[in-house]
């Protein structure tokens, strides 16, 4: 399976540029700055590439450079052969995080007129100006909120992840209307009466996908994404319960930001018991940062368990989370989206996709990758064999390959355990 990635510009990756930049002039039009002017800017201002995983082939470049507050995109393509890869959108955002960090509050591009290709823009957040082909995006984070971010290890996710999330719509609607809607225009929240959730928990079977859907909430807001990891917090010497406390003081100097803590049984289990349990006292702070988090606006909290049974009955009522979601095993579309990304390009033709689907009824996302990945390695190694043996090499993992690998993948989630979820629903789910 053929991968890519972001990384800073380099010296060495001016031939990729020039190449990208001699595609973008015979497909759409002459750039607006010069050939100069972009490699003066590759060098003294802000620049990054997409490369291909293992040849670092340049697949995507973005040259920016930032005037006062305002930041200008000089330069930015995307190669013929990785388009709907998501690349364009990606190399977008890495320049607004790098941007950001310079101070800058408005990303802008300009575009030639005859340009039509301007899909990756708008999907991005970018709005076409007056009608003169004047794209324009505000930076999502103040630079001083950036230095607090990065100070609690949390990120600007890109602006895809949602639509990444293949099947499971009934979560994905769910999530839609009571999460999205509101927290993105509590004006018409207001109107109507409905007051933007602050805090929901998600629960299910391991591996369902619970962490995809909290950042695909934040991306789906374009809001920072900050995890915390209460194993990180307990190695401090401050002591878990206060390092909650102080990183929590942190995200309140954020203008808008998704929390997510996940494994939340772990510090929010059930109190009592004689000796009090050594995680009696994290419970009692987190039940009390709930009520102060959610007095500002625009922020969510989103807390995600295994053991929905193993919290607290304080933590879970009405008042500290507005909702408490299911996230069950992928569904048939939600597996058929999964496959299809995992099955390589080359022998997607050639692969039933179908009966995939069908043998991996009960998997969930984490162990369909599993098998996808091995009946993948395991076709690179016939195919470095054959090779080696001068015969003709597959040209990828065959539809038996990923059935065996199916076969001799363990699920995650146990029958039993599935029919606790579905009980679980009935009792303790609130949407």
């Known amino acids: 399976m053929t991968t890519w990635h972001i990384r800073d510009y380099q010296p060495g990756d001016l031939d990729g540029l020039l190449l990208l930049w001699d595609q973008h002039r015979r497909e759409q039009a002459e750039p607006v700055y010069s050939l100069g002017e972009v490699i003066a800017s590759t060098r003294k201002d802000v620049a990054v590439v997409a490369v291909e995983a293992g040849t670092e082939k ?24 990785w388009r709907r890869h998501g690349i364009g959108g990606s190399v977008l955002d890495a320049l607004e995080q790098r941007l950001a960090a310079l101070g800058i509050q408005r990303v802008s591009i300009l575009v030639p007129d005859e340009h039509e290709n301007v899909g990756a823009l708008t999907k991005s957040g970018f709005a076409d100006k ?43 609607a769910v999530l839609e209307q009571r999460l999205v809607l509101p927290l993105s ?102 039940l009390k940062i709930i009520p102060a988090f959610r007095e500002k606006p625009g922020r969510l909290l989103i807390c995600a368990t295994n053991f929905i049974r193993a919290l607290d009955h304080a933590f879970l009522r009405h008042g500290r989370f507005d909702y408490v979601i299911p996230i069950g095993l992928p569904d048939d579309e939600a597996r058929r989206a999964i496959w299809s990304r995992y099955v390589p390009e080359q022998v997607a033709a050639l692969v039933d996709v179908e009966r995939l689907v069908d043998k991996t009824d009960g998997y969930s996302p984490a162990d369909i ?63």
């Open 185 to 286: 225009d509590p004006a018409l929240a207001e109107r109507y009466g409905v007051e933007p959730p602050r805090a929901i928990v998600l629960f299910g079977p391991p591996g369902t996908g619970k962490t995809t859907f909290a950042k695909g909430i934040a991306s789906r807001l374009e809001w920072p994404f900050v995890e915390v990891f209460p194993s990180r917090l307990a190695a401090s010497p401050g002591g878990l319960a206060g390092e909650l406390r102080e990183t929590f003081d942190r995200i309140a100097e954020l203008d808008h930001a998704v929390v997510f803590i996940d494994e939340v049984e772990e510090i929010a289990s059930h109190r009592g018991g004689e000796p009090p349990s050594p995680t009696q006292g994290v419970t009692n702070e987190l």
């Open 369 to 431: 990758e599993f098998a996808a990945r091995k009946a993948s390695q395991v076709a690179l190694e016939r195919a470095v064999e054959a090779r080696a043996a001068g015969v003709a090499a597959p040209e990828g993992p065959s539809t038996e390959d990923f059935l065996e690998a199916i076969a001799a993948t363990r699920t995650t989630v146990s029958a039993e355990v599935a029919r606790e979820f579905e009980v679980d629903i009935t009792t303790l789910a609130r949407v």
């Open 58 to 81: 340049v697949v995507g470049v973005g040259v920016a450079r930032a005037a006062h507050d305002q930041g200008w995109v000089v330069f930015f393509a995307t190669d013929e052969g």
């Open 130 to 172: 007056r009608h003169v082909r004047y794209f324009e995006r505000n930076v999502r984070v103040r630079h001083q909120e950036m230095l607090t971010l990065r100070e609690l290890g949390g990120r600007i996710l890109d602006g895809h992840r949602w639509d990444a999330i293949g099947g499971m719509q009934r979560e994905k």
